[in-house]
């Protein structure tokens, strides 16, 4: 058993402040049973809850998943609305539990393209949060890493041009119109599912992330396969581009 501390977690350095997942392998953990890859959608967002109660019960700040893509509506329509209602169910069910697990949840991406129904979810879910320390999750949701660097960019020139910024951009101040803003960095990128790829994920965030790829199917993804990654985490030797 890890030691914990009065706030009951586990008091541990080398457990990454920040954990970054790319939700990979749920078609494949269906077609492999014969099921619909729908149905590896439904067990790969129960594997999501699991994950995140984990990472709250060992003292991760922040976990932050992509669930959806820009890319990802170019899947059939049938897929794309299970996902959607996934991810609504999942709100709606956080709304009535934030009180237990106090988990503070945020969406990245643009929500200009989800249905009205799901965009109130999502600003319901991030005002009623707000306030809850436990554990931050970041849903990524029609989220890419170009666009979301364009969008600051786009932002940031709008502030220029009205004069709300004095034109000394800096890396923190430009990291301040990102979806991300007052986030730490990810300490650890875990892309379960086989790949070998970033994916237009977290792009300008992830520059001294380190990085953990598994074959597991994220619907098989454990506790323990958490706790593999963040060993091989802790064995690392984080450098930034300097010399030790
Ligand atoms: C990637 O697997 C997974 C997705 C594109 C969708 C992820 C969505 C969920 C788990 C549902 C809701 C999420 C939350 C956070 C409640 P894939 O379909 O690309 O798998 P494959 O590579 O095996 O085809």
């Known amino acids: 058993m890890p030691n914990l501390n009065p706030a009951g977690k586990r008091e541990d350095s080398r457990v990454p402040r920040h954990i970054a997942i790319i939700l990979d392998g749920n078609g494949r953990w269906a077609k492999k049973r014969g099921l619909p890859r729908t149905a590896g959608h439904a067990v790969g967002a129960e594997t999501f809850r699991k994950i995140a109660t984990y990472c709250k019960d060992i003292g991760v700040q922040y976990l ?3 669930a959806f893509s820009t890319e990802n509506w170019r899947r059939p329509q049938e897929e794309v609305s299970t996902i959607m209602k996934l991810l609504g169910n999942y709100l709606q069910e956080a709304i009535d539990t934030m009180e237990k697990e106090h ?11 989800l249905s ?3 965009r109130a979810m999502v600003e319901r879910t991030e005002e009623l949060s707000r306030h809850y320390e436990g ?16 969008h600051a960019a786009r932002r940031y020139a709008r502030d220029y041009a009205e004069g709300k910024t004095d034109g000394e951009l800096t890396e923190e101040g430009f990291a301040s119109y990102l ?3 007052g986030i730490p960095d990810p300490d650890l990128l875990i892309r379960p599912g086989g790949e070998v790829r970033i ?8 520059a001294y992330a380190e990085f953990y790829f598994t074959d597991v199917l994220w619907p098989d993804f454990t ?7 963040i060993a091989v985490f802790s064995a690392r030797d984080r450098r930034y581009g300097g010399v030790k």
């Open 64 to 66: 932050t998943v992509y």
């Open 103 to 113: 988990i503070r949840l945020k969406i990245f991406g643009d929500t200009a393209a």
């Open 116 to 118: 009205p129904e799901l």
């Open 135 to 150: 554990i931050q999750a970041n849903i990524c949701l029609n989220y890419g890493g170009r666009d979301e660097i364009l």
């Open 179 to 181: 979806y991300s803003a």
């Open 199 to 206: 994916s237009n994920f977290l792009l300008w965030q992830c």
């Open 223 to 229: 506790p323990e396969e958490l706790d593999k990654a």
